[in-house]
């Protein structure tokens, strides 16, 4: 089979993982999630307001945000900017650990990435999440937001 993920990928030999954690100055695992404003949930529609990211190993997480009032009218003119605005300080409270978050705000990283990563039924919410590997998490965050958020055209 192909070696593209067929049985003779390599999938069930050990972990990936393993070999990246053998090499102390090698890159980290991370994870990574967009947050999305979806003005109006029956249709399905999204824009790309930020990117949540976290990793163990750096101690990391972090969240940017970029609302562009223009771009969430098109999807729906009546949209409530306040609140999405409001959502997205409250993501960064809980990224921060801030006293402003509340007893989520208290929880280890870990478990506040968990949180925020949560499928939720609100108009700002995280899109699925996805893991990479970096030795710098916040050059990984900036690049995530560029390319994601502001749809920067450079290649990945």
């Not at 990936?16 to 102390?24: I, M, T």
Request: proline share 8%; aromatic share 6%.
């Amino acid at each position: 089979m192909s070696s593209r993920g067929g049985l003779d990928s390599g999938l069930n030999s050990s972990p990936a993982v393993a070999n990246v954690d053998s090499d102390p100055d090698g890159p980290k695992l991370f994870t990574w999630a967009v947050v999305r404003a979806v003005p109006r949930m029956e249709r399905g529609e999204f824009v790309n307001i930020g990117v949540v990211l976290y990793s163990q190993h750096h101690e990391f997480l972090a969240c940017t945000q970029h609302l562009s009032p223009g771009r969430l009218q098109a999807l729906d003119p009546d949209v409530d900017l306040a609140m999405a605005e409001a959502a997205l300080r409250a993501i960064g409270s809980v990224c921060e650990g801030s006293p402003a978050a509340g007893l989520i705000g208290e929880q280890p990283r870990r478990a506040r990435f968990g949180w925020l990563t949560a499928p939720k039924s609100t108009v700002v919410h995280t899109g699925p999440v996805h893991s990479g590997l970096t030795s710098d998490p916040e050059a990984e965050l900036a690049g995530l937001h560029r390319r994601l958020v502001l749809h920067d055209r450079q290649p990945w």
